[in-house]
């Protein structure tokens, strides 16, 4: 169940908003989590964006930077400067459970499930290697200090934190696999299916989604790669029809391309 916002309109993540979602879900079915719409930001975020998103029903809640001791690594790139404040979705323990998705995805379908998932959920878009893009977490300050201190004694072969988490959540490599009855949900560790977090090229072969039912059905997608190819870059358009779904999405928002934004 999403909270709704009073009036339809977010804020800034504070004490009053999460009492409002408790009671919330006192007057519901407690088998349905009572969820919100959350956008970590960090300071250079500016007030007009963070306005946008309350205006969507988003909220908002301001992270510090994470130093990134993997800078000037062989796999070091530029991009990866602030991507370790990621990490404290970890460290959000006012919630039960956190269905993390990076800002080039698009949900595609109904995702309430995966709060059933376990403590730590990823998918596996590469045979060896878990995407962090989508993410199930049961968030604590101890596991997220524990990170902290292993930050500069751990390898990333990417430089970022997917290559850190890899190392970190490494038994993910070997964990059961979630499914739709209770003896696939729970427990520490579950490796999402295929179509909870799906690479956005994979349409492109047959230009169709094909991903079946035992697969997880088609959840959620994300613009992969480097930022070149990203939707909200306008050249994307002429050759990549899924730019074009991004767009749909966004045209739907109340106003999809404020001035001066």
């Given at each position: 169940?999403?909270?709704e916002?009073?009036?339809?309109?977010?804020?800034?993540?504070?004490?009053?908003t999460?009492?409002?979602?408790?009671?919330?879900?006192?007057?519901?079915?407690?088998?349905?989590?009572?969820?919100?719409?959350?956008?970590?930001?960090t300071?250079?975020?500016?007030?007009?964006?963070?306005?946008?998103?309350?205006?969507?029903?988003?909220?908002?809640?301001?992270?510090?930077?994470?130093?990134?001791?993997?800078?000037?690594?062989?796999?070091?790139?530029?991009r990866?400067?602030?991507?370790?404040?990621?990490?404290?979705v970890?460290?959000?323990?006012?919630f039960?459970?956190?269905?993390?998705v990076?800002?080039?995805?698009?949900?595609?379908?109904?995702?309430?499930?995966?709060?059933?998932?376990?403590?730590?959920?990823?998918?596996?878009?590469?045979?060896?290697?878990?995407?962090?893009?989508?993410?199930?977490?049961?968030?604590?300050?101890?596991?997220?200090?524990?990170?902290?201190?292993?930050?500069?004694?751990?390898?990333?072969?990417?430089?970022?934190?997917?290559?850190?988490?890899?190392?970190?959540?490494?038994?993910?490599?070997?964990?059961?696999?979630?499914?739709?009855?209770?003896a696939?949900?729970?427990?520490?560790?579950?490796?999402?299916?295929?179509?909870?977090?799906?690479?956005?090229?994979v349409?492109?072969?047959?230009?169709?989604?094909?991903?079946?039912?035992?697969?997880?059905?088609?959840?959620?997608?994300?613009?992969?790669?480097?930022?070149?190819?990203?939707?909200?870059?306008?050249?994307?358009?002429p050759?990549?029809?899924?730019?074009?779904?991004?767009?749909?999405?966004?045209?739907?928002?109340?106003?999809?391309?404020?001035?001066?934004?």
């Amino acid at each position: 169940v999403l909270f709704e916002p009073a009036g339809g309109t977010a804020g800034e993540l504070d004490e009053r908003t999460l009492e409002a979602v408790c009671a919330g879900r006192a007057g519901h079915d407690l088998q349905q989590p009572q969820a919100i719409l959350l956008s970590m930001v960090t300071a250079d975020v500016s007030a007009k964006a963070r306005a946008q998103l309350h205006r969507d029903g988003v909220y908002t809640l301001e992270v510090r930077r994470v130093r990134n001791p993997y800078t000037g690594g062989e796999h070091y790139n530029h991009r990866f400067d602030d991507v370790l404040a990621k990490l404290q979705v970890f460290a959000l323990e006012q919630f039960e459970k956190v269905v993390y998705v990076d800002a080039d995805t698009l949900v595609l379908g109904d995702v309430q499930d995966m709060f059933e998932c376990g403590d730590f959920c990823a998918a596996f878009i590469n045979p060896c290697h878990f995407n962090s893009g989508v993410m199930v977490i049961r968030p604590s300050q101890a596991l997220f200090q524990s990170m902290l201190e292993k930050l500069a004694v751990t390898e990333s072969y990417d430089g970022g934190d997917q290559g850190f988490l890899n190392v970190y959540f490494s038994e993910l490599f070997y964990a059961p696999g979630f499914g739709p009855d209770d003896a696939h949900r729970g427990g520490p560790l579950r490796r999402l299916p295929f179509g909870y977090h799906l690479d956005h090229i994979v349409y492109y072969p047959r230009l169709q989604w094909e991903v079946p039912a035992r697969c997880g059905g088609l959840r959620i997608m994300e613009f992969m790669g480097v930022p070149l190819f990203k939707p909200w870059q306008w050249w994307t358009y002429p050759v990549m029809d899924l730019s074009w779904a991004w767009h749909a999405m966004r045209s739907q928002l109340s106003d999809p391309y404020p001035p001066d934004y």
